[in-house]
């Protein structure tokens, strides 16, 4: 395995570097300056200036659409090449968005690319690859173990020359958000297929269609993720036409394995990069604060945690980079049990060393003074969401036993 970074890979890893010192870090406390300000106003669903006026900068710098691999619609990069850059996003919690590179949209944009008609395109995927828009992926259910994807109960029914879609869903990323004008949309077509994985589809369903109402938002830890979030989502006979089934009914299972396998190792280099500041936070708190005489760097169990999370870091990291290999050489498909590792690992990791960096703090780690409360509940979720650790679990488990079953057990 060769993990060195090319050329063209190091290039982009220093301008987007360089941007992120001159145009995410100081503008922090602007962003989140902002979503209070709106929030106090009575509405922090608004989107914020700093955003946009920093988007423009992104495109400016060329530093857009980095996630699309080997596209015409994006940097060409492979996985392998994509991930250091992803990991430095990672350091900030919405520096993604700036270079139009934050998910559900990435998803999103994959789906379009892959499996959508030139129409689909042009309407949906050239506004997303600008950044106009943004969009939604409806496929979790608050009354099902949506762990199981084939749990879905959600309804796509064909009526003449539309689909009527009913159902009601969850944990809907960026429903709430007024930029957000597309969902894709998961229910079964065909429940009484005797394949379950052959009983859903997908479908476009436009934001403004009648039958489309965002029940609520759902906060995380209590954190509303404003003006982005997740949003729980009534569609009550919902009519589109035929034209808006992506790749054909029956094939909704098989798109959400390609769009998810992507996203899950996207998720996990940006974790390894939100622990990487943790690390560095919790080493420049405990060299700065004295306890007992010494600093607190210095005490024992503090040397340790530090130690432990350069350890847990890097294992993470080479995790990531093994499955990031993986895909651009053998597929998605050949490389699920790598896919499911680095999910497993990167959030359990980034939980732990960020744990460490809120103890390392005191009281003050607790607070929102350093964002480690926040960091915390977005690595915690990522436990849950594109799939609970223990189904990650499963299959891993599962496919290690195969190597050794024979015939006669």
Not at 104 to 124: I, L
Request: some cysteine; aromatic content about 8%; proline content about 5%.
């Amino acid at each position: 395995m060769d993990f060195q970074y090319s050329p063209k890979v190091i290039a982009l890893q220093a301008r987007l570097i360089a941007f992120m010192d001159e145009h995410i870090y100081p503008n922090e406390k602007v962003f989140y300056g902002e979503i209070e300000a709106n929030r106090h106003a009575g509405n922090a669903w608004i989107p914020t200036k700093i955003v946009e006026t920093l988007k423009e900068k992104a495109r400016a710098a060329d530093l857009w659409n980095l996630f699309l691999p080997e596209s015409s619609h994006g940097a060409g990069l492979t996985n392998l090449e994509y991930a250091p850059l992803c990991e430095i996003m990672g350091r900030s919690l919405w520096s993604a968005e700036v270079v139009n590179c934050a998910a559900p949209d990435t998803g999103n944009m994959e789906v379009f690319a892959r499996y959508g008609t030139p129409e689909h395109q042009e309407k949906w995927l050239k506004p997303l690859l600008n950044g106009e828009i943004r969009s939604c992926f409806a496929m979790t259910e608050p009354g099902v173990a949506s762990s199981d994807a084939t749990n879905i109960e959600a309804s796509i029914v064909r009526d003449g020359d539309e689909y009527v879609v009913n159902g009601r869903k969850w944990w809907s990323s960026g429903a709430n958000d007024p930029r957000c004008k597309v969902f894709i949309f998961m229910g079964k077509s065909d429940p009484a297929n005797t394949n379950r994985h052959q009983q859903q589809s997908m479908i476009i369903v436009p934001r403004d269609t009648k039958g489309v109402t965002i029940l609520r938002a759902l906060p995380v830890f209590g954190y509303d993720d404003a003006p982005h979030g997740h949003g729980e989502v009534l569609f009550e006979n919902v009519r589109v036409p035929v034209s808006n089934i992506l790749l054909g009914e029956g094939r909704g299972f098989e798109i959400a394995q390609g769009r998810l396998g992507p996203g899950r190792i996207h998720h996990c280099m940006r974790l390894i990069g939100l622990a990487e500041r943790a690390l560095e936070d919790m080493c420049k708190r405990t060299l700065s604060r004295v306890a007992f005489g010494k600093p607190v760097a210095e005490q024992g169990v503090t040397l340790e945690r530090i130690a432990n999370s350069r350890i847990l870091i890097d294992q993470a990291r080479f995790l990531v980079l093994n499955a990031a290999q993986m895909m651009d050489t053998v597929g998605n498909k050949a490389a699920a049990k790598e896919i499911a590792m680095i999910k497993v690992a990167a959030p359990t990791m980034a939980c732990t060393v960020i744990d460490w960096a809120i103890q390392a703090h005191g009281g003050a780690g607790v607070s929102n003074d350093f964002g480690l409360a926040y960091s915390y509940a977005q690595a915690r979720t990522l436990r849950l969401a594109d799939g609970p650790d223990e189904v990650h679990r499963n299959q891993i488990g599962k496919m290690e036993l195969k190597k050794y079953k024979t015939k006669e057990h």
